[in-house]
């Protein structure tokens, strides 16, 4: 089995808000993140598949990937305002680094399929860089 992890960019802002907290406990909770302007990231995302190697000695097609990203994530996340432009933040969900990558591992998996017939490769981890110190990963399989 062989893993393939390919390196996205994309710079977006968010505020950290929950409409279920008060400004106080908002402040409390998510610090400057909180700040009512929001604030940006130069976020770097990596897609990580597996499998074996196919007839052309690839795991993966590196162009369908690209793609699949490029139209499900790139496309509406880079330089966008996350709270307002992308429909899954639009109404209760906070755009935590978190929330960023289950949002980037459903838009991938709903389409995955349509990109990948078949059993190979597999979806098996998604990185986010948001700052030098923060980095975020969730691992799918």
């Known amino acids: 089995m062989t893993r393939v992890t390919r390196r996205y960019k994309f710079a977006a802002s968010h505020r950290l808000h929950s409409s279920e907290l008060s400004e106080?406990?908002?402040?409390e909770l998510y610090g400057k993140c909180n700040n009512p302007y929001g604030h940006g990231h130069?976020?770097?995302?990596?897609?990580?598949?597996?499998?074996?190697?196919?007839?052309?000695?690839?795991?993966?097609?590196v162009p369908a990937l690209d793609r699949l990203v490029n139209e499900?994530?790139?496309?509406?996340?880079?330089?966008?305002?996350?709270n307002a432009d992308v429909p899954e933040f639009s109404t209760d969900l906070v755009p935590t680094s978190e929330n960023i990558l289950r949002v980037i591992e459903n838009r991938l998996s709903a389409r995955w399929r349509?990109?990948?017939?078949?059993?190979?490769?597999?979806?098996?981890?998604?990185?986010?860089?948001e700052t030098k110190r923060n980095r975020f990963e969730l691992r799918t399989n």
């Open 72 to 82: 499900q994530i790139l496309r509406d996340f880079d330089h966008r305002y996350f």
């Open 114 to 129: 349509t990109s990948f017939p078949g059993h190979w490769p597999r979806l098996e981890g998604i990185r986010l860089q």
């Open 42 to 61: 130069d976020y770097v995302l990596e897609v990580s598949v597996a499998g074996p190697l196919d007839s052309s000695g690839q795991v993966v097609n």
């Open 24 to 27: 106080p406990e908002n402040r």
